[in-house]
């Protein structure tokens, strides 16, 4: 089991770029496929990115493949969105999520999430 806490997030510009952080306050990601979800207000809980446990493979919601980059650090413990080109529309609540495969089904672990602002 996993602990989640996400930083980075903030109010910007338009047009800028940010990159928030998700790092595991307990346990370790390494067996685990990260992956970031976002929220606005109103609106149901969106996938943005996940990356696979051995970095190998990653892949992007249509809105932000070629402006969002995810990546990951195990020997960290940390997960990161390098977000280009924001706009608007990307304002939302971003959440991290470990998932792990148990033979079953998928076990889902969730930080509590970082607010982004971009203005327009």
């Known amino acids: 089991q996993v602990q989640l806490v996400e930083s980075g997030g903030g109010l910007v510009q338009a047009g800028a770029s940010l990159n928030i952080s998700c790092t595991a306050s307990?346990?370790?990601?390494?067996?685990?496929?990260m992956a970031w979800f976002r929220q606005a207000p109103g609106k149901e809980r969106e996938f943005v990115a996940v990356?696979?446990?051995?970095?190998?493979?990653?892949f992007y919601g249509d809105s932000m493949s070629g402006r969002f980059t995810i990546s990951r650090d195990n020997a960290k413990n940390a997960v990161y969105l390098q977000m280009n080109s924001l706009k608007p529309e990307d304002t939302a609540v971003y959440y991290c999520?470990?998932?792990?495969?148990?033979?079953?089904?998928?076990?889902?672990?969730w930080g509590q999430g970082t607010q982004v602002t971009v203005s327009s």
């Open positions: 999520n470990a998932k792990l495969w148990n033979g079953l089904g998928w076990s889902d672990y």
């Open positions: 307990a346990g370790t990601i390494t067996n685990y496929a």
């Open positions: 990356i696979s446990q051995n970095i190998d493979t990653t």
